[in-house]
Every structure is written in C-alpha cells, then in structure tokens.
C-alpha cells in the first residue's frame, strides 16, 4: 500500500472483542504519533468491528507496510483480530467557496415482535428509493431483535415530507412493525412530557359506548357518534346529545366500569418507566372525569382533564358540567400545562387515536397517532399501529438494557 502525504487512513478491525483489544490498538497508534480523526465502534454478539480514521505522521508514511504499518498487522494477530489498512483521499474543496448547505438529519425507529432480513431490506430499500442515506444503525432490543434505531441524512433541498408519506405507506402495509420518523435534534433527546388521550388509546374501550350499553341505549348513542364522524354535526352537540341518552343511569354502574377499566397493552409499563423518569404525565380526554381520575390514582399520572358527568340523586342527569374538552380545548390544555410547568411544546409528546386529538397533536413537538384511522396518522407527525403504548419509550431512543434498569 503506498500512502501519499495528503492521504488518511482508516483502519478497519474486526474479530472476537477482547477486554483491552481498543486500548492496545489506541495506544499502538499514539506511540506512533498518529492523529486520530474519527473513529466508531460496534460490538455485535462478542464481534468487534472498530473503525479508525487517522494521519499517520511522516516517518510513518516514508516506512509505508514494513515499518510501523507492519507492526501494527503483528499487533492485531496478537489480538485475535484482523485489520485492514486503506489509504482515503481527502475530500476536494475549494478554499474560497462557502461551506455547503446540512444535510437533514433523522431519525427512523423500526419496532416489532420481532425484525428480520425482510422487514429490514423493506425499510432501508424505502430509505434508498427517497434518497436518505443511512449513517448508523443501533440496535435497541435484546434477542429476539425488534427494535432498531437508524440514523439518515437527506440532501439538502430534498422535500422530507416525501419520506415520511413513504415511511407512513410502509407502516400502513405492514401489520408486524411500526416505524416511525423525527427530526434528529436537541429535543428529541429531552421530552419532559407525555399526554395522552383515554378512549381507544390508554384504555381499550370507549367508555360512553360501554356506558351506554349498561343503560341499554347503545345503538342511538352509536348512531349519533357515526353522524359526527360523517360531519353532520360538530363534537359539542354529538356530545351533548349522547349524554342526554344517559340520563337516569345509576351513578354506581359508572363507577364500577371505571374500577376496571381494561388498559391499552404496554400502558402500565409506559407509565411506570416515564414516571422514574422524572417525565410529567398528563390524561387529556373528551371522556369522562370518573374515569379518567381512576386512571390518574391507578397509573400515577400527574394530571387528568375530561368532563364531568351531571348527577342528582345517585343518578345521571343526562348533562355535563364546565367547558366540554372538545379538539380545541385539548390543544389549549396541553399549551396551558407545559406553560404552567415550564415545559417547551417542543419537549412535549402527545398521543391520541381519533379526529378529536388532531389539535392536540398539532400543538405537540411530536405527535403520535395511536392505533388510528388513516385520517389522522397522515397528520400525525408519527404512528403505531402494531405495538403497543410501551412502543414510544423506543421512540425516546431508549433500550431494552435501559429499560431493565428503570423497570
């Protein structure tokens, strides 16, 4: 190998890791006098590959593969491991011209019950077909593998939002895994706050229509929520109409539906992690209070916000009390809160599964749809549909390792 003096080298090692192997390389080339200009490290089941990017100093480079080179091949079969050695040019710039536009940096979570060969040639064969170049993958489950994290850049001037209708497809094809995209950036790594929806998204039910099923009026309530969701009128008057429905149901049979209320899979564990965490947690529903506060005392969430439910009597009245939560007013409760506890918006999560949350998700720094119609996982920022709520803690960039010492 003849290296020129503009040439860097890299130095690619590989073999079985042993405990001092990096050590005794980064000191072989420190005796030596090389500069170190880049290096990455990735041990995979007990496999070391180890890349160093370097200037070699002048004596060195005169040596060439029978001086210092050559001791540094002896080196590594005392190790164990192999190393190869490629001369890089340098990359030719023109002193005068101005540095170039960043790329767009991302970040794209692949999570599922488990992520073989094809579920990652689908993924990286999309990344490839947008142009976004993938720079790093890291694993963050254990075996089996179903999580991974990869980080991609885009060409400066390439419309992301391309890639992210590609990603969404991919998602929408597949019933196995999930992936979700972000903007690689401070606050990605420093949320302070989860807020979710409750109906169909922390719980698995839709509490009205259980309600009104006990009071055997649950095909009028269904039809009035179907002509909502059709437009036919907006959530306020939906609302007010299918509570009326309720009117004379037994105060009891609410409270007993909100003991046991079933939760979403990986809810429990989401809120558990997030709360030694240090996150704040918030419920903010277009449900009803009774459950939404059982859910607050029995997932140790800090704040909860719905409507309350009118009752006389050891009965409902068919009314609701205060401001109805409807779209609007869950935008402006989440915006209030992280105000209050002096949270940026962009250090904010919000989760939800319908139209309702659209706001909500809008206002957040990430938005995530939740098992959701086509609708709004469009406008989500990202989506999960195959996991479960324990999903988004992979999305924050933790491991399972991770996860093990907080759970």
Do not use: W
């Not at 002193?95 to 579920?119: D, F, H, I, K, N």
């Not at 007010?240 to 209320?261: F, I, K, P, S, T």
Request: net charge negative; hydrophobic share 45%; proline share 4%.
């Amino acid at each position: 190998m003849t290296v020129r003096p503009s040439d860097s080298v890299l130095l690619t090692v590989t073999g079985r890791d042993g405990p001092d192997t990096t050590a005794r390389l980064t000191g072989f080339l420190a005796d030596v006098g090389a500069e170190l200009l880049d290096v990455e490290q990735v041990v995979v089941q007990g496999l070391l590959t180890l890349a160093l990017l370097v200037r070699l100093p002048d004596s060195v480079r005169s040596a060439g593969d029978e001086g210092p080179l050559q001791a540094l091949r002896a080196l590594a079969r005392e190790l164990g491991v192999t190393v190869d050695v490629r001369a890089v040019a340098p990359v030719a710039m023109s002193p005068s011209a101005p540095p170039g536009p960043e790329p767009l940096r991302y970040v794209v979570t692949a999570v599922g019950r488990t992520l073989g060969a094809r579920e990652v040639h689908a993924l990286t064969a999309r990344l490839a077909a947008q142009g976004a170049r993938v720079e790093r993958i890291t694993r963050l489950s254990e075996t089996p593998l179903g999580s991974v994290e990869l980080h991609v850049t885009l060409p400066p001037g390439v419309d992301p939002s391309a890639l992210k209708q590609a990603l969404l497809a991919l998602s929408m094809e597949s019933t196995t895994f999930d992936v979700a995209l972000q903007r690689e950036s401070l606050y990605r790594r420093s949320k302070r706050m989860v807020v979710m929806d409750m109906d169909s998204t922390l719980i698995r039910i839709e509490v009205i229509d259980e309600l009104a099923r006990a009071h055997g009026v649950h095909a009028k309530v269904a039809a009035i929520t179907e002509r909502a969701m059709h437009g036919e009128m907006d959530y306020d008057e939906s609302l007010r109409q299918r509570v009326a429905l309720l009117a004379g149901l037994d105060v009891q049979v609410v409270r007993e539906l909100a003991a046991n209320l079933p939760l979403t899979e990986g809810a429990e564990t989401l809120l558990r992690v997030l709360r030694r965490l240090g996150y704040r947690t918030a419920v903010i529903s277009g449900g009803f209070s009774v459950a939404a506060e059982a859910l607050q005392a029995r997932l140790g969430i800090d704040f909860a916000y719905s409507n309350t439910l009118e009752a006389a009597d050891g009965k409902l009245t068919g009314r609701t009390v205060g401001t109805i939560v409807n779209a609007r007013r869950k935008a402006e409760l989440l915006e209030t809160l992280a105000k209050q506890e002096g949270i940026l918006l962009e250090q904010v999560i919000a989760v939800g599964d319908g139209a309702n949350d659209l706001l909500m998700l809008e206002k957040a720094g990430l938005g995530i749809a939740f098992r959701a119609k086509p609708r709004l996982r469009e406008a989500a920022d990202t989506s999960i549909s195959a996991g479960g709520l324990d999903t988004i803690l992979y999305l924050l960039g933790l491991t399972a390792r991770e996860l093990r010492e907080v759970t």
